[in-house]
């Protein structure tokens, strides 16, 4: 099995559940970037999703491209961006190190 390639159920339940004893908030971070959707069509979309196997992958189908496909019809993840990102920093900076060496 890839690591970075799965299958998952959708699953419905309460977020006193799914969350346990974590400490969570609410992230609408990027409603001033775009359309958002109602309340009453995420859950319509997520609601229809319940009990379907979709795509799980780790760097472009992960859960937050997930959350923000069902609020603002773009499947997005800064979580892998900035990843990213910081990888490409790291890796620029190595390269100019190994230069002055």
């Known amino acids: 099995m890839n690591i970075f390639a799965y299958r998952a159920v959708v699953e419905k ?14 992230n609408n971070k990027h409603d001033f970037q775009g359309t958002v959707q109602s309340p009453e069509e995420i859950v319509s ?9 979709i795509e799980y992958k780790l760097i472009s189908k992960n859960c937050e491209h997930f959350a923000n496909c069902l609020r603002y019809n773009v499947a997005w993840s800064d979580q892998v961006w900035d990843t990213c990102v910081g990888i490409l920093a790291a890796s620029c900076f190595v390269l100019l190190l190994s230069q002055k060496i």
Request: glycine share 14%; charged share 25%.
């Open 13 to 26: 339940e309460l977020l006193s559940i799914g969350a346990g004893t974590d400490r969570y908030h609410v």
């Open 45 to 53: 979309k997520a609601e229809r999703l319940v009990g379907q196997t």
